[in-house]
Each structure stands twice: as structure tokens, then as C-alpha cells.
């Protein structure tokens, strides 16, 4: 707004002058201001392999948008099941061998039988 306005909408009554806290000069006007804007409504469609979002307005389309969803997260996960099922069966220096308890013979229980169920 160059300066000639702004000393006319001052001089008609329609601006009161102000300053902020930090002591900038500006006009707060005193009339009601009709926005021009127009109402715009927001459209989404999920898909299962697209997904289409649009903003479209009362007079044109403002925005249309057509996104590709992931498709590799079903291979990544039989990849990632597949991996873990070799490191478990893997031989390794870390982990003390599971199957001793198995080739003791019949006088040996594991430990959870020898504790005993609840009593009835």
C-alpha cells in the first residue's frame, strides 16, 4: 500500500495509526474487509497400489496429486523371515549346544518336569 493510500484511509476515517511494542508504525483498519477467496474442498482416495489426493475449488482444480505406494514391504519380509531362519540353525561359538538334553536316556527329566505341575 504506498504511502498516498495509506494517508487517505487516515484522513476518510476508515484506519486508526498504531505502533507495536517495538515501536512500528501501522494501520489497524476499521471497516469489515470481504475476503475474495475461494471455498476449496479436499478429495482423497486411498488405494491399495495408487493414492490420489485433489484440492479443488468452486471455480477450477487448485491441486492434483498421484502417489505410488511401496510394493516391496511383502518380498522384504519373506527376505528378512528367511535370514533370521538361517542365523538361527547356524553353528556359533557363542550359544551353548540345546540338543544334549535330548540323548541322556531315561533316567534324565528335563527340569520342568521335575518341579512338578500345580496340585490338583
Known amino acids: 500500500m504506498p504511502s498516498c493510500?495509506?494517508?487517505?484511509?487516515?484522513?476518510?476515517?476508515?484506519?486508526?495509526?498504531?505502533?507495536?511494542?517495538?515501536?512500528?508504525?501501522?494501520?489497524?483498519?476499521?471497516?469489515?474487509?470481504?475476503?475474495?477467496?475461494?471455498?476449496?474442498?479436499?478429495?482423497?482416495?486411498?488405494?491399495?497400489?495408487?493414492?490420489?489426493?485433489s484440492v479443488v475449488g468452486s471455480k477450477h482444480?487448485?491441486?492434483n496429486i498421484m502417489s505410488e505406494a511401496v510394493t516391496h514391504v511383502k518380498k522384504a519380509l519373506k527376505q528378512r523371515r528367511r535370514m533370521r531362519r538361517a542365523r538361527r540353525y547356524r553353528k556359533t561359538r557363542r550359544r551353548p549346544e540345546r540338543f544334549d538334553n535330548r540323548r541322556k536316556g531315561d533316567e534324565f527329566l528335563p527340569p520342568s518336569t521335575r518341579r512338578g505341575g500345580r496340585p490338583s
Open 61 to 63: 482444480t487448485v491441486l
Open 5 to 53: 493510500e495509506a494517508r487517505l484511509l487516515l484522513k476518510c476515517g476508515k484506519a486508526l495509526p498504531k505502533r507495536n511494542k517495538l515501536g512500528i508504525f501501522y494501520l489497524q483498519l476499521t471497516y469489515e474487509v470481504e475476503p475474495s477467496n475461494q471455498i476449496l474442498v479436499l478429495g482423497q482416495d486411498p488405494g491399495s497400489r495408487f493414492e490420489g489426493t
